[in-house]
């Protein structure tokens, strides 16, 4: 019943902006650290970037100066701002959040984000 879903994903042209959000729903508390990872056909699942409650952030350096990650504590959401989008951005992204002092993940179904050269 609880889960993470995201969205604002879909196709961009180069050089264009996205704005992704996540909401989390059916949880007793807030979460610690909220944040994207992304995947393509055939690869692994890699961090792009993430945030702590208090507002720590952390960034993949192929996304640094380009992306902005942000959340909103009181709705237990995380967004993800995307601009200067590259054909290489071009994968499912997916959220995930962890409770503290937990290894335990949660991840949202994930959204797709196609950018066009």
């Known amino acids: 019943q609880a889960q993470l879903a995201e969205s604002g994903g879909g196709l961009v042209q180069a050089g264009g902006s996205l704005r992704l959000s996540c909401a989390a729903s059916?949880?007793?508390?807030?979460?610690?650290?909220m944040g994207w990872f992304r995947q393509t056909l055939g690869n692994e699942r890699e961090l792009v970037a993430s945030?702590?409650?208090?507002?720590?952030?952390t960034y993949s350096d192929s996304v640094k100066g380009r992306f902005t990650v942000s959340r909103n504590n009181a709705e237990n959401s995380v967004y993800l701002q995307m601009n200067s989008l590259k054909p290489e951005d071009t994968a499912v992204y997916y959220c995930?959040?962890?409770?503290?002092?937990?290894?335990?993940?949660?991840w949202g179904p994930g959204t797709q984000v196609t950018v066009s050269s």
């Open positions: 945030i702590r409650r208090g507002g720590f952030t």
């Open positions: 995930n959040a962890r409770f503290y002092a937990s290894e335990t993940q949660y």
């Open positions: 059916g949880f007793i508390s807030s979460f610690y650290t």
